[in-house]
């Protein structure tokens, strides 16, 4: 008989702090002022954007909660805001426990600064995704030339991606230029020569097969010793060797 007694005061017990949880708390939360913005900005360590300028774009939208009761602004439209800046991935916008608006940034990350034939300039991230508003000068490779949105979008995110994931291409392409007909050449930072790339088909068989060269060939015979390296066909690479009319 206790036992049962015991049971229904602790079921009783659990139902009125579900009751307490459920409308009590809440209540406390929607009549609490925000006190501030906490932002927090992973971008790969690139410091791509700042909290104080992520601050200023949501103050210009007027969408700064600070100093508002805490159900008089929604989280979604800050939210949402701020997931429409274009170096954004994804954002995640919440009020904390002690009376913040907490906004947690994933940036998207650029491997390539594009200045195209319309004379834009724009990075692109590995998804392909078009960013605006970086304004810090990043170690990146540059692409120009004949380039629109649908060469941008497919041909430059390709080979981007290809050296920014290999630490070796990562530290040695500095520019990939397009020409009228697709066709890519690329400029090393290291070695007066440049590279005859071709399209942007079987691209790691070619830096693959200019690798080796490198590794055995170049730094064999010297650097310097041709002007023109062509590596479009994949399976071979052309030397042209420099002359005394070259520039050294």
């Not at 200023?56 to 009761?69: Q, T």
């Not at 991606?161 to 392409?173: E, P, Y």
Request: net charge neutral.
């Amino acid at each position: 008989m206790f036992k049962r007694i015991l049971k229904y005061l602790l079921a009783v017990a659990i139902v009125c702090y579900a009751s307490f949880a459920l409308f009590v708390i809440p209540s406390k939360e929607k009549s609490g002022i925000c006190q501030g913005v906490l932002i927090n900005v992973d971008d790969n360590g690139m410091e791509i954007i700042s909290r104080d300028e992520v601050m200023d774009i949501i103050k210009k939208e007027g969408l700064d909660p600070s100093g508002k009761e805490i159900g008089e602004f929604y989280c979604r439209d800050i939210e949402n805001f701020v997931d429409s800046i274009s170096l954004v991935d994804k954002s995640q916008v919440y009020k904390s426990i002690k009376g913040y608006t907490v906004i947690d940034i994933d940036c998207r990350i650029p491997i390539v600064k594009v200045y195209d034939n319309e004379n834009r300039s724009y990075y692109i991230d590995e998804k392909g995704n078009i960013i605006y508003g970086i304004h810090k000068a990043l170690y990146l490779p540059i692409a120009n030339g004949y380039i629109n949105d649908s060469i941008a979008i497919d041909d430059v995110m390709r080979i981007a991606k290809a050296i920014n994931g290999d630490r070796f291409w990562s530290s040695q392409i500095e520019q990939i230029y397009f020409d009228k007909n697709r066709k890519i050449t690329l400029i090393p930072r290291v070695g007066n020569h440049i590279i005859e790339f071709g399209e942007a088909k079987e691209i790691e068989k070619k830096f693959d097969k200019l690798y080796t060269f490198y590794q055995e060939g170049m730094n064999r015979i010297g650097w310097n010793k041709y002007s023109k390296l062509n590596i479009e066909f994949g399976n071979k690479v052309i030397c042209t060797q420099r002359n005394k009319y070259d520039k050294n």
